[in-house]
């Protein structure tokens, strides 16, 4: 599976965000650096239709997040830095059986798959907590279960290691780098991209530079040198 943005500019208002956006991603595992306020995020967004971008076209599959927005997210999981914000059910385990919904499976199945999903995360013991008082890592590791379980093909993650401590940050690189899927990660953690095949760095909008973890580490620290 390709995805293509061809010829990108993306602004919010008067500021131009990601300009001469080019890029054909077919790796499996690809990492996405950059300052603060490079693009790194609307560049993520772009990869679901979360944003769509003013000039160019973003293709998943052959499918356009301009006219093919719905089909994309079946195959493009997102997961945010704020776990708030996509957490929906009142508690985690129904949290993550609402991702299952499309899928049909009768009661006793999906109780199977929810129970698996939450021990691969450690949240067994929180399964019938109210979602809202997991602490704020734990939060962010219902948020990448709940998205998991819905098996999209590709997995955008938007700094996900933000909240979680070293142990917490070791689990969910750890699967990140043996799940099936394709994943894109934007992340400050120049050791998490270390495990990338490709990783883009972004600056001022631009992909500055774009090839092996070592030569994109050496590019973004030598930007802010
Ligand atoms: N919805 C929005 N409305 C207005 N401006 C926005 C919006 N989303 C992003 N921006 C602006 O676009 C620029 C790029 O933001 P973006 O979140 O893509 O950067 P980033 O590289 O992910 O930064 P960070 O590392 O801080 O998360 C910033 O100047 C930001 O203020």
Do not use: W
Request: hydrophobic residues 40%; glycine residues 8%.
């Amino acid at each position: 599976m390709t995805i293509e943005v061809c010829g990108v500019r993306h602004s919010f208002e008067s500021r131009t965000v990601l300009r001469d956006v080019d890029v054909t991603l077919t790796e499996h595992r690809v990492g996405v650096i950059g300052a603060n306020g490079s693009g790194k995020s609307t560049f993520a967004r772009l990869l679901n239709g979360l944003v769509v971008p003013q000039h160019g076209s973003v293709r998943v599959d052959g499918l356009d997040t301009r006219s093919d927005g719905a089909e994309v997210r079946r195959r493009v999981g997102f997961v945010f830095t704020d776990p708030d914000a996509q957490i929906v059910m009142p508690t985690v385990a129904e949290d993550v059986a609402f991702g299952l919904r499309p899928q049909r499976l009768s009661k006793p199945d999906t109780r199977q798959v929810v129970d698996e999903a939450l021990s691969d995360f450690g949240l067994s013991s929180h399964r019938d907590h109210p979602a809202h008082l997991l602490s704020g890592g734990q939060k962010q590791l219902l948020a990448l279960c709940s998205v998991l379980v819905t098996e999209p093909k590709v997995l955008v993650c938007d700094e996900p290691t933000t909240l979680l401590d070293l142990r917490n940050t070791r689990r969910v690189l750890d699967l990140l780098s043996r799940i099936s899927q394709r994943v894109i990660l934007v992340t400050h953690d120049l050791e998490a991209v270390q495990r990338m095949d490709r990783v883009l760095v972004f600056d001022q909008g631009r992909i500055a530079h774009d090839g092996p973890p070592p030569d994109a580490v050496a590019h973004y620290r030598s930007l802010v040198e």
